[in-house]
């Protein structure tokens, strides 16, 4: 297991990139042709943005205006990771599932709240 990315919520993901490459120097790494995602440069990690809309459509009932991030864990073996996270305490969110782009993910809360996503490499 190894740390991923952060997402971070936003409004406007292209105007968010801009501000963190103008503010930070962060060098983009991605932006997605629909406007929804980006990545920007961070090291070893990226710094991620996603569209709240993107966010409500990747979680169901998800309330992104209220969840501000999300945390990424990449791991070859979703499955048995999602399972051991809940075994550990984590609450389920969504079971593992391939996305349409081919990376299999999986959702779940930590004891404090907060959303890990749990994912293959994209």
Avoid at 38 to 61: D, I
Wanted: hydrophobic letters at 45%.
């Amino acid at each position: 297991m190894r740390f991923g990315y952060t997402i971070l919520y936003v409004q406007d993901v292209e105007a968010s990139v801009e501000f963190y490459e103008r503010a930070f120097g962060l060098e983009r790494r991605l932006l997605h042709e629909s406007g929804e995602y980006a990545e920007l440069e961070t090291g070893a990690t990226a710094l991620a943005f996603a569209s709240r809309e993107l966010a409500a459509q990747n979680v169901a009932g998800l309330d992104p205006g209220s969840a501000g991030f999300e945390v990424c864990l990449v791991t070859e073996d979703v499955a048995t990771a999602f399972a051991r996270a809940v075994e550990a305490g984590a609450a389920a969110v969504t079971e593992p599932a391939t996305k349409p782009w081919g990376q299999d993910v999986a959702y779940v809360r930590d004891p404090d709240g907060v959303l890990v996503e749990i994912a293959s490499p994209a």
